[in-house]
């Protein structure tokens, strides 16, 4: 692949930490205890998203920008991954080095939220791009109306593509540049002792994770049709919000340029 086609189709699948630089699409359930499970459907609210964008993207376009454009990179063999992208294509060898790869895009076109200015940002409470799965469900959560504030929570998993994001969305200040959910998060993973994580999701108001809880539940999302419609539309989200920050990065360097000019 050329280097200005490499370039192009990192503006989509960019991230991952190294060895684990694909996102898992999990069967992740979202769940505040009740006596009885409210099933949400992941499919409407991302129906719901994706009219957003559609409609934003049109309106961009009939004021006279070009259409945004998502390309794809995969590296590896991993199925999810390939599931993920829609892409049945071996796309690259084990001599890549994946997180070199995944810094290599400018910040500003990494729809997936991992380069590690963006994960930067997003620690800091900062605006960024985030991540498309924990971002979705950051919505499915708000959309829901689903209260946080004050909350405890309960992330299962501590990947830096999935579970950490998650946590920070839920934890951070709600009155910062990027609004958190004022949640107090406790993140399991696989050393944390099964007596400690029964006792943790106990207290729990809302627990995030990849275990069926639909009798102890009070909200759920489905598998399929639960988290994995609002990847997908979190990602259209950020494809037309990287071409809005790209188109004004380039409208700033030609201002730049002719005041440039006119000093002269």
């Known amino acids: 692949m050329a280097a200005t086609s490499l370039m192009s189709a990192l503006a989509a699948r960019l991230l991952q930490p190294a060895h684990s630089c694909s996102l898992r699409p999990r069967p992740f359930h979202l769940a505040a205890v009740r006596n009885e499970a409210v099933v949400i459907s992941g499919r409407k609210l991302a129906q719901e998203i994706k009219q957003e964008v559609r409609q934003e993207v049109e ?17 590896g063999e991993n199925p999810a991954s390939h599931s993920y992208v829609l892409n049945k294509t071996r796309a690259a060898a084990d001599h890549i080095d994946e997180r070199r790869i995944c810094n290599a895009v400018s910040p500003d076109k990494d729809v997936d939220g991992f380069h590690v200015i963006n994960v930067g940002r997003m620690c800091l409470d900062q605006y960024s791009m985030l991540p498309a799965t924990p971002w979705g469900v950051w919505e499915i959560i708000k959309r829901t109306g689903i209260p946080t504030l004050g909350k405890n929570v309960v992330v299962a998993g501590r990947s830096k593509n999935v579970g950490m994001p998650i946590a920070m969305l839920l934890h951070t200040d709600g009155a910062h540049e990027r609004p958190g959910g004022d949640a107090t998060v406790t993140i399991s993973h696989r050393y944390t002792p099964k007596e400690q994580l029964k006792k943790h999701t106990i207290l729990a108001d809302i627990v995030i994770s990849a275990a069926g809880v639909r009798q102890k539940a009070g909200y759920i999302t489905p598998v399929p049709g639960g988290v994995g419609p609002m990847t997908v539309a979190m990602l259209m989200k950020n494809t037309i919000i990287a071409a809005k920050k790209v188109l004004r990065l380039e409208e700033r360097d030609v201002k730049s340029k002719e005041l440039g000019v006119a000093t002269n």
């Not at 309106?59 to 590296?75: A, D």
């Open 59 to 75: 309106e961009w376009v009939v004021s006279g920008n070009k259409r945004p454009h998502l390309s794809v990179i995969l590296v």
